[in-house]
Structures are given as structure tokens and as C-alpha cells.
């Protein structure tokens, strides 16, 4: 199955500042997904990124906040921009994941902390 | 829309015991049942899944039925052990895939 490296694991910024997640996958993937979760709470679709076009964001996210690019077929960012304590949360992506009868493979996560 | 209730939010068993999480959705363009499971510090990853033309399927100790009628789905961990202790969401999917709000399992040695 696909392995995600998702790069930095956790940090801690400063409100009004910006961080870049990384997500590399050790295979070429059409569709790449990034997700938020709360502490104790369940995965929320952020936005799905595709190689070469646009990402599709889900209702109550926005580009303007959570840009993200899709270079190749492998790799693909989420910036959070001008952060604020609320952005506080684990950031995962993921890939669909053919070998796995069809399931999603997640990366480990970023623990975002914003003081 | 509230489209997957998931139950119980948390779970407390003893080693040995049998585990069961219960998944309920509305949407029926649903064709394909999985439960991920998250230990702390990592992303969910699958466990098992289910096609919605078997009524159940068996990997090792962990079992999926599934009652197409009644729109739920279930997760059996059989002889539950404490390494078995994470938090489970079942996560229904169609043209979209949605995840039930996370099942705390706790088993106790």
C-alpha cells in the first residue's frame, strides 16, 4: 500500500503567522486529500487536490485560508495562513489507495499548535 | 445533514471481551462500509471494509456485518485485547465519504 511521509510532524507559531505542510506519497496518485482534526473529534475534508488543476474545497474552508498546491503526482502542501488559536489542530492527508480495496491511506499528521 | 451516527462514543471492555461499534447512515448512494482505526499521534488507517452485496466479513478477530435495510453497519472485535485500545470511526463513502464522530476503545488487562 501507498506510504505518505507528512512533513513537520507537529510545531507551535505565532498567531498571524503561516505554516506549510508537506506530503510526499511513494507513488503517483490522482487525487490527494487533506483533512483537520480537532483534538478528540472526528476528520473534516478540508479540500481535495488534484495534479494540474485547482483544489476543491469543501464548505466553510477557503483558498484564501488553506492554499495548497499539487506540483506532480506525488507531492502536494497546505499552507495555513495568518493563523489564530482556532487553527489549533492535527492536519492529515491522504491518498486513495488502490491496494487497499479501496481505502484511504493517511499520513501521520501535523500537530499544529498556535500561541 | 447529519449523514453517519456513530455509537457508543466510548467503549470500555474488559481483555477477552467482544467489542461492538455501531455505524448508521442516511445516504444509500453508499457503496462502500471501512473502519479506520487511530491510535494517539497517528492517521487513521483501515482496518477492514465491506462491499454492500455480503452481509458480513471476518479478518482475524474483527468482524463487519452489515444490514443493508436497516442503513447500519457494525464493527466485532473478537477476544479484545488492550493493544486493541484506539479510537475507531467507521467511514461510509459514495461519491463522497463521510466519518462517524470516533468510538474511544478502551480495553482493560
Known amino acids: 500500500s501507498a506510504v505518505i511521509s507528512q512533513k513537520p510532524s507537529r510545531d507551535i507559531c505565532q498567531r498571524g503567522t503561516s505554516l506549510t505542510i508537506q506530503c510526499q506519497v511513494d507513488s503517483q496518485v490522482t487525487m490527494m486529500f487533506w483533512y483537520r482534526q480537532q483534538p478528540g473529534q472526528s476528520l473534516t475534508l478540508i479540500a481535495t487536490?488534484?495534479?494540474?488543476?485547482?483544489?476543491?474545497?469543501e464548505s466553510g474552508f477557503v483558498i484564501d485560508k488553506f492554499p495548497i498546491s499539487r506540483p506532480n503526482l506525488t507531492f502536494s502542501t497546505l499552507t495555513v495562513s495568518n493563523m489564530s488559536p482556532e487553527d489549533s489542530s492535527i492536519y492529515l492527508c491522504s491518498v486513495e489507495d488502490w491496494d487497499r480495496e479501496w481505502g484511504y491511506t493517511f499520513g501521520s499528521g501535523t500537530r499544529l499548535t498556535v500561541v | 445533514q447529519q449523514q453517519v451516527k456513530q455509537s457508543p462514543q466510548s467503549l470500555i471492555v474488559q481483555k477477552g471481551g467482544i467489542s461492538i461499534i455501531n455505524c448508521a447512515y442516511e445516504?444509500?448512494?453508499?457503496?462502500?462500509f471501512p473502519w479506520y482505526q487511530q491510535f494517539p499521534g497517528k492517521g487513521p488507517a483501515l482496518l477492514i471494509a465491506?462491499?454492500?452485496?455480503?452481509s458480513e466479513k471476518k479478518e482475524g478477530r474483527f468482524t463487519i456485518s452489515f444490514n443493508k435495510s436497516a442503513k447500519q453497519f457494525s464493527l466485532h472485535i473478537m477476544d479484545s485485547q488492550p493493544g486493541d485500545s484506539a479510537t475507531y470511526f467507521c467511514?461510509?463513502?459514495?461519491?463522497?465519504?463521510?466519518f462517524g464522530a470516533g468510538t474511544r476503545l478502551t480495553v482493560k488487562p
Open positions: 445516504n444509500t448512494a453508499f457503496d462502500y
Open positions: 465491506i462491499r454492500p452485496d455480503v
Open positions: 487536490a488534484n495534479q494540474g488543476s485547482e483544489a476543491t474545497y
Open positions: 467511514a461510509p463513502r459514495g461519491n463522497d465519504m463521510r
